[in-house]
């Protein structure tokens, strides 16, 4: 009589704490969990640890996703690709209030896959000899330069999707899987958002692309904002 | 100070390099306007490091989808016989060699085909896919504007910019001329209209090699 | 030669360990058996390593496909929010701690947990998914029966056979008794009907921890 | 105007010499490229080395798949996790006619999907301190017992799907996928057989299991057994 389903985002954060290691699905704003984030922000989290490809997103005058957090002093370190379009972290990060590991996105989405599929490191050429090789072993494979990458994991992964079961099953859709499926397999425990909430069985098992064993908490989502016309 | 090519020349020179059949990842920005010169009659998959191969053009109003965007971030459409992959496929994608193209913007090009695009003194750093689009991809086309907006030159003999990747790309396309990377040096290929090989030589700081042609 | 328990008895043994929502692997043969034995009202989703979690009974003639089997490449079905994947999420489940329990077959267990089951001298090698089972899964019970055809002890001192996986296996289930694989040792903790610690100790290689209450 | 359609098994495989290195999708019989692998049988190739993981598979006192490979003697070497049950692959071992290289079936899967992913080597618990670690490197990575695992690939991949269309995009069913999205990731000419050949544009591109850029050529299955009753 298993059922993972939360009523609300707040709720299913319920033992999210200050100092958490979170990572965030979502590319720009491709695939973000939207309520998840405004919920982690309503309850007030501080000092978290953000994974996720960009630190939000901008739009025109405004900015969108985690820059919430951002902005409001949530956030000790951000890993990830791609800061520079985001502004409230930009500023952030020239006052010294906010770590940065900057990782390849490619490396980045192979990192959290490691973790997940109980990988210990991995060789890749991606950055050997530059400046995001710096303290990281290398290894000439075939007269190549390559290095290792260690598995990146957290306490909890927030995800989204379009739709979900009961059990955790996700199906995503166009470009929103991105990190979501990596992020998902990675953390301690992994807090899916779907636009619609189905029962077992509803979902066509062979399209399913998380299997609901990666997932212990679902929810619908309370409010999916459109940001294009 | 010399014109030559406009940016959308440009695409149209880069887009001249597509094979029928060809999957070609663009960069952000100047290389997304390749997608408008594709010649009727090929049929090309352009790969946006998001999880999509077969992108259309960018999406009208009224077309758009929050979750279906470019590397861009901007909202984009898909062909028929598209498909979408999470992140670590799409980058497997790269990083195996399995995408014959990339077109991408670049800060600086040394002449051994070295990289700089990701950072520069006191800028905020950001790398994206660049890295493992340069170590996976065997054909990079730089698309880039020949100096920078203050009349320095970009096509250099060592990079003083952090590297993206080294000795990664094969060729360059800007506003003044074509160049091939080759094992001997940069190549002159092609002047823009109204371009001559002594404009080219003056805005470069790395020696080239130039064919009588066009000498 | 004491029979006690037989192999559905042992099977149902196994499944009372299974709690609800669990993702249980099971090895083929013998533990395939478990599947007859979950108390309704449990739901337990049964992952096969080629590509399945939620696993139902075997399929009944007319309801197979040749794309739908399981481990031992039986033709099989699936439950209500089943979900199925390539092999490389199959033991990303596997190796990254995902799957909660597997219940394996085996030659031989040590004292120490260390667990035999993939070949034997002058037989053909045949790994499987077992080491990456072992490797992965933090709960393994073995169910076998206690001795060989000929009668020697399966649970030793040290194993003979070339090792599955070191210190992986929890509990020992076979047709004498159950056992837990402790720091101290194995732990006698269940008799089956008929069966007394002496039985089982003269059946054993190793040594075993037998508490007031079973002696 | 690109095209990968083949009208024939044996066509597609027009260019696969003796002592090819080819790796073939299925588990069992499950997702195994039926035509490909008796065209291969018809064709007459020999010297193969077979990456599978089984070489073939028993059903009552008949062996189907690959074995009519190995029975023919066309195989050198195998690379592979459960040859155990068939019997053609067994006597000839016994005999010392075929080559046998064992791997745990999780590092198969991982070390094919390395090669096509561009990884060059990573780090397993899986098999540590046994038998098949013997000449690998190990590594204590936080307390625990690595080895190191190469990439595999293949000259062809021949692999099964369900639907595909003219550009090689491929769709799974049931536990057919298995080994064949990794394989046609691995190889440096990837072959796949379908039961439904289609357009481009017919198949839902969120349900794309295998996008084409991995497939070379594509055809039409020409037969299709049914082992079970």
């Known amino acids: 009589m298993l059922n993972k389903t939360y009523t609300s985002s707040l709720e299913a954060l319920h033992d999210v704490k200050d100092g958490a290691v979170i990572m965030f699905g979502g590319f720009g704003l491709a695939g973000i969990p939207q309520n998840l984030i405004r919920a ?33 002093g949530r956030v000790k370190k951000y890993i990830g690709s791609y800061p520079t379009a985001t502004k409230s972290f930009k500023e952030l990060y020239d006052a010294g209030k906010v770590g ?49 990458e260690q598995p990146l994991g957290a306490d909890f992964a927030f995800v989204k999707a379009y ?67 | 100070m010399i014109a030559g090519m406009n940016e959308k020349e440009m695409a149209q020179r880069a887009a001249a390099e597509i094979r029928d059949g060809d999957c070609v990842n663009l960069g952000i920005g100047m290389p997304t306007m390749v997608l408008d010169f594709i010649p009727s009659g090929k049929t090309v998959f352009f790969h946006t490091e998001n999880g999509l191969l077969g992108m259309g053009g960018f999406a009208q109003k009224g077309e758009t989808h929050p979750d279906l965007v470019d590397a861009g ?99 360059i396309i800007t506003n003044l001329c074509v160049m091939d990377v080759t094992d001997k040096g940069l190549l002159l290929k092609e002047l823009a209209n109204g371009v001559s090989a002594r404009d080219v030589l003056s805005a470069t700081e790395s020696s080239l090699i130039i064919p009588d042609t066009l000498s």
Not at chain 1, 112 to 122: C, D, E, K, N, T
Not at chain 1, 139 to 148: A, F, S, V
């Open chain 1, 40 to 72: 982690l922000y309503e309850k007030g989290t501080k000092d978290i640890t953000v994974i996720s490809n960009n630190p939000g997103s901008r739009l025109g005058d405004n900015e969108y996703g985690l820059a919430i957090l951002f902005k409001a």
């Open chain 1, 100 to 148: 940065l590991e900057l990782v390849p996105q490619g490396t980045l989405a192979e990192r959290i896959r490691a973790r997940g599929a109980g990988i210990g490191g991995f060789y890749v050429k991606t950055g050997a000899g530059t400046l995001l090789a710096k303290d990281k072993e290398s290894r000439d494979i075939k007269g190549e330069q390559y290095i290792l």
């Open chain 1, 163 to 229: 739709k979900g079961d009961f059990y955790g099953n996700l199906v995503y859709r166009y470009t929103g899987a991105n990190f979501n499926p990596l992020m998902a397999m990675a953390a301690a425990v992994t807090i899916a958002e779907v636009e619609e909430l189905v029962e077992p069985g509803m979902l066509d098992p062979n399209t399913i692309h998380t299997p609901g064993i990666f997932v212990k908490r679902i929810l619908k989502g309370e409010r999916y904002d459109r940001w294009y016309e």
């Open chain 2, 73 to 171: 971030k901007q909202p984009i459409t898909c062909i028929k016989g598209a498909s979408f992959f999470p992140s670590d496929i799409s980058f497997a994608m790269m990083r195996g060699g399995h995408i014959d193209l990339a077109i991408m913007g670049a800060y600086q090009v040394s002449e051994k085909g070295d990289l700089a695009n990701w950072t520069a003194p006191g800028m905020l750093p950001s790398i994206g896919g660049a890295m493992d689009i340069v170590a996976g991809i065997k054909n990079i086309i730089v698309m880039m504007s020949h100096t920078t907006r203050d009349g320095r030159p970009k096509i250099v003999r060592e990079l003083t910019y952090p590297a993206t990747g080294y000795g990664c790309v094969s060729m």
